[in-house]
């Protein structure tokens, strides 16, 4: 386990204390930065509600602890229901680019919260011909995929 997650972890041992669950918690290291994720049937208390107490709790970890440096991030995951959101969002934003070259027609997804719209515009710098941008003045914002012209 690397040195940073050790306060973290400690951190999240609080919380789950306090909220009367009993998780594991397992780290893992990716390119981005830091995943760690809560697993364990009382875990499943953070996934419901579309992820709500889990989005929750990322925020209160990032308040606490910030983000590890200018390219790496911190994760917090539970029962890996972050990791497959993000695989369908990967998913579904390419195959949004596709279908924008296709037609020619601008396509929408969204509204994203900041983490999903990177997602989002790095899945779609992967297809050539396709450009993103934000779109709204919320935190909530929806992301325009389109066409290169």
Do not use: C, W
């Amino acid at each position: 386990m690397p040195e940073l997650a050790e306060p973290i972890i400690a951190f999240l041992r609080r919380v789950t204390d306090a909220l009367g669950i009993q998780t594991p918690i397992d780290v893992e290291e990716t390119a981005d930065g830091l995943r760690i994720n809560l697993s364990g049937e009382e875990a499943e208390l953070l996934v419901r509600h579309r992820g709500e107490p889990l989005k929750a709790l990322q925020h209160v970890v990032d308040m606490s602890f910030g983000r590890l440096d200018a390219d790496k991030r911190l994760f917090i995951d539970a029962l890996s229901y972050r990791k497959g959101k993000d695989i369908e969002l990967r998913q579904m934003a390419k195959f949004l680019a596709e279908k924008a070259l296709q037609t020619g027609t601008d396509q929408q997804l969204g509204p994203l919260n900041p983490y999903e719209r990177r997602i989002v515009h790095m899945a779609v710098a992967e297809v050539p011909g396709v450009t993103t941008e934000s779109v709204g003045d919320a935190f909530s914002k929806t992301v325009l995929i389109s066409a290169r012209r």
